[in-house]
């Protein structure tokens, strides 16, 4: 059964880079049969899709974070990571990351989120 | 980019009643539509998938429907640890987005 745990700093300064890393067991990244994703809620909000790598290292992203998410893979060590740079108070959210079945689209395993909080 | 408009927003009620809730599309999806449910910190969880198929040990009180632009998520008799938020999701052109989410609470 494929687990998925983020890992990563639960502070972040403004204007400096969040640096997240998942932590995939159960299932090799490489295998091609899905994309690896990160989404991301703030407190009391909804859910927003960040994006995810294939394991070809095709990256797509939400046009809305202009540019600013960066996701890349180790397959080595079963990891995909996220950057973000240039946070601001608005990132503050918990982040999660997700398998998601390919080309279907769905989300069929979860990391528990991890918090990280956009502050000076 | 696609949008979803998910509603309602938030639902009130009783166990053992049939609830819905609605997704629309801003374009076709044809069947890319998903359906989860989140607990208070937890993550969410898959249980309907391309509209109308249950995932695997969902219970089948659960039900999604729709295709094109319109799809609908049927609880079909209401339990007390159905109380949850709901959200749809939607897959088109290598892009993913949420549904606003519905609160769902016992009456």
């Not at chain 1, 990244?29 to 790598?53: A, H, M, N, T, V």
């Not at chain 1, 070809?56 to 960066?70: E, F, P």
């Not at chain 1, 503050?92 to 997700?98: E, G, L, N, S």
């Amino acid at each position: 059964q494929v687990q998925l745990q983020e890992s990563g700093p639960g502070l972040v300064k403004p204007s400096q880079t969040l640096s997240l890393t998942c932590t995939v067991s159960g299932d090799p990244i490489s295998s091609g049969d899905y994309y690896w994703s990160w989404i991301r809620q703030p407190p009391g909000k909804g859910l927003e899709w960040i994006g995810y790598i294939y394991y070809r290292g095709s990256t797509y992203y939400n046009s809305s974070l202009k540019s600013r998410a960066t996701i890349s893979m180790n397959t080595s060590k079963n990891q995909f990571s996220l950057k973000l740079s240039s946070v601001t108070a608005a990132d503050t959210a918990v982040y999660f990351c997700a398998r998601e079945a390919w080309p279907a689209g769905y989300f069929d395993s979860w990391g528990q989120g991890t918090l990280v909080t956009v502050s000076s | 980019d696609i949008q979803m408009t998910q509603s309602p927003s938030s639902l009130s009620a009783s166990v053992g009643d049939r609830v819905t809730i609605t997704c629309q599309a801003s374009q076709d999806i044809s069947n890319y539509l998903n359906w989860y449910q989140q607990k208070p910190g937890r993550a969410p969880k898959l249980l309907i998938y391309d509209a109308s198929n249950l995932e695997t040990g969902v219970p089948s009180r659960f039900s999604g429907s729709g295709s094109g632009t319109d799809f609908t998520f049927t609880i079909s008799s209401l339990q007390p640890e159905d109380i949850a938020t709901y959200y749809c999701q939607q897959y088109d052109n290598l892009r993913v987005t949420f549904g606003q989410g519905t609160r769902l609470e016992i009456k």
